[in-house]
Every structure is written in structure tokens, then in C-alpha cells.
């Protein structure tokens, strides 16, 4: 009877330290400092973060800055639901602040944190301001696995546009041409035709080589007939020179006046005749091959 006395006195006691602790912490998260102004603020949302509840607390950029007021409906009608905070008035809020809902380690406390945010302040006459609430994991998840799905579906999408019936029978024909590629690369008699096609081709660019080194010299030849008709029109003008101061000189022995210049003409025919010669004979070379 004594050791079941003890037992409840002890589990008593027990559930008051637990209380007793329970009720440190809620004070301790929901304490205000003593003369210190707080001001309202309002955070909108259609779903009630998990774990969130009047008095919970509310930190500035991580600090302690307020708590939980109310939490209620402001349109009932498309369920739009408000939670009012209770934040100390001195603190920086700006208008593009962010409401996170966030959860204390290992005790699974929610809170409110609010970023600093770099737009303009809330003036003290605001008398509703509101600020945004940061979306919850769940609702960024979901928004990036729509993005995945239609990533997914355009991926499915053009995979059977591949695998279309009129690809597949391209894709016939291309593998029937590279089987027949194959083997005729597999035939034997296919790589002899091969190699005497690339022998003849071979004898070709050397004729063309010995062609290319006759071309040369018919040019040269031709060089050396240019050089003798340019003489033989320099010693034409040079008799003709010599013609008119002896004509008008009056006299007439052209024998004498011609016979240099005839001398020209026959060396400039004969090599001209001599380079006609060479090139012709170039030239029915070149047919014969």
C-alpha cells in the first residue's frame, strides 16, 4: 500500500514539473518587454502553416521580436485566413518583407521569422499593413514538380514524335543502306577494284605532274618567241627609220635597207615555227592519254 502511495506521489509530481516547464517555455516564446509599443501587422493565406497557433512566436531576421496575436478569417466566402502579429514598432519592416513559417529543431515549435527586406518602410499611419507569406516546402514542391510534369510530358512528347511511323521506316532504310555498305566493304573483289582505281589514279596525277613540267617549257619556248617577235619588230621599225631618211635623202637601193631586217624575220619564223612544232606535239600527247 505504501509503494503504491509512492508511486503516485512520485507521478504526480512528475506531471506537475512537466506543466510547470510547459508553461516556461510558452512564456518565455510569448513574453513581451515591458514598456516596449508593439504594432499590428497581417499575414494572408488560404491554408494555415502546420503547427501554427495564437501566441506562437514571432522573430525579426531570427531575433525575438513579437508574437502571434490572432489568428482568424478574414473572407470566409474564399477562405482567406488572417494571422495577426504583434511586432515591436521600432523594428524596420518594409513592404516587400517575407512571413516564413519555420519549426524549432527538436521540440517541433512553429514560429514566424520576417526577412529585412529593401523596399519602403510601412508608414506608422498604415493602418492594415500586410505582409506577404513565403510559401511552405510543400507548396514549393508542388510547383516544381508541375514544372517536372510538363518537362516530362514535352519529353514524352517528342520521344513519340521520334518513334513516329514514318521515322522508324527512315530509320529502316538507313540501317538496310549501312547493311549493304557493309558488305560490299566485307567483298574482296569490291577492295581490288578499289585498289586499281586508286593505281590508276596514282599513274594519273604523274602524267599530270609530267604534263604540268612540258606546259612549263612550252611556256618558256614561248617566252623566247615573244623575246624574238618583239627583235623583229624593233628592227622593222629600225629599217623603216632608216627607209625614210633614205628615201628622202633620194636614195632607192632597198636591197641594202631590207637585207638586215630579212635576216631578223627568217631567225624569228624559224623559231616560231619550231615552238608551233613543240606545242603541237604537246598536244597530241595529251590526247593519248
Known amino acids: 500500500m505504501e509503494n503504491r502511495t509512492s508511486y503516485t506521489i512520485v507521478g504526480i509530481f512528475a506531471m506537475l514539473c512537466v506543466t510547470a516547464l510547459s508553461a516556461f517555455v510558452w512564456w518565455m516564446l510569448t513574453k513581451s518587454t515591458p514598456g516596449e509599443s508593439y504594432r499590428s501587422y497581417f499575414v494572408h493565406t488560404k491554408e494555415l502553416p502546420a503547427g501554427l497557433k495564437e501566441n506562437a512566436e514571432v522573430r525579426f531576421i531570427g531575433v525575438n521580436a513579437g508574437f502571434v496575436k490572432r489568428i482568424d478569417f478574414a473572407d470566409i466566402e474564399n477562405a482567406i485566413i488572417?494571422?495577426?502579429?504583434?511586432?515591436?514598432?521600432?523594428?524596420?519592416i518594409s513592404k516587400d518583407s517575407i512571413a516564413k513559417v519555420e519549426t524549432q529543431g527538436i521540440s517541433g515549435i512553429a514560429f514566424i521569422n520576417i526577412t529585412k527586406g529593401n523596399g519602403e518602410l510601412f508608414a506608422p499611419e498604415d493602418r492594415k499593413p500586410i505582409i506577404a507569406l513565403d510559401k511552405t516546402l510543400l507548396d514549393k514542391i508542388g510547383s516544381k514538380a508541375e514544372i517536372i510534369t510538363d518537362s516530362v510530358g514535352q519529353m514524352i512528347f517528342k520521344i513519340n514524335t521520334l518513334l513516329s511511323r514514318e521515322n522508324t521506316e527512315k530509320f529502316d532504310r538507313i540501317l538496310s543502306s549501312l547493311d549493304k555498305f557493309s558488305?560490299?566493304?566485307?567483298?574482296?573483289?569490291?577492295?581490288?577494284?578499289?585498289?586499281?582505281?586508286?593505281?590508276?589514279?596514282?599513274?594519273?596525277?604523274?602524267?599530270?605532274?609530267?604534263?604540268?613540267?612540258?606546259?612549263?617549257?612550252?611556256?618558256?619556248?614561248?617566252?623566247?618567241?615573244?623575246?624574238?617577235?618583239?627583235?623583229?619588230?624593233?628592227?622593222?621599225?629600225?629599217?623603216?627609220?632608216?627607209?625614210?631618211?633614205?628615201?628622202?635623202?633620194?636614195?632607192?637601193?632597198?636591197?641594202?635597207i631590207l637585207d638586215p631586217t630579212l635576216g631578223e624575220a627568217k631567225t624569228t619564223l624559224r623559231e616560231f615555227n619550231r615552238a608551233l612544232r613543240e606545242f603541237q606535239d604537246a598536244l597530241f600527247r595529251l590526247e593519248q592519254d
Request: net charge negative.
Open 183 to 256: 558488305a560490299l566493304l566485307a567483298d574482296e573483289e569490291k577492295f581490288k577494284n578499289l585498289d586499281k582505281l586508286m593505281a590508276n589514279a596514282d599513274k594519273l596525277v604523274a602524267n599530270l605532274n609530267e604534263r604540268e613540267k612540258e606546259f612549263d617549257k612550252l611556256l618558256s619556248d614561248f617566252d623566247a618567241l615573244a623575246i624574238s617577235a618583239k627583235k623583229f619588230s624593233d628592227s622593222l621599225n629600225a629599217s623603216l627609220a632608216a627607209i625614210m631618211k633614205r628615201v628622202d635623202r633620194g636614195e632607192y637601193n632597198l636591197k641594202e
Open 82 to 92: 488572417e494571422i495577426e502579429i504583434s511586432v515591436k514598432s521600432k523594428l524596420p
